[in-house]
């Protein structure tokens, strides 16, 4: 795989996860400021949902 590629792959999935975290949160709370939080910590924060969930 060459390294461009990577980098576009990890982009995807950086902003895949992102957009993950802040529909989830919006589900759930109902809050533009938790839904930017939840945001930045993207993956962090579909994980901790899928094991508190």
């Known amino acids: 795989m060459e390294s461009?590629?990577?980098v576009q792959v990890t982009?995807?999935?950086v902003s895949f996860?992102?957009?993950l975290a802040?529909?989830?949160s919006w589900s759930v709370n109902h809050s533009i400021l938790w839904a930017c939080v939840h945001g930045i910590l993207s993956w962090i924060y579909v994980i901790y949902f899928a094991i508190t969930r």
Do not use: F, H, L
Request: glycine share 16%; proline share 0%; no cysteine.
């Open 4 to 6: 461009s590629t990577r």
């Open 11 to 13: 982009r995807a999935g």
């Open 22 to 24: 802040i529909a989830i």
């Open 17 to 19: 996860g992102s957009t």
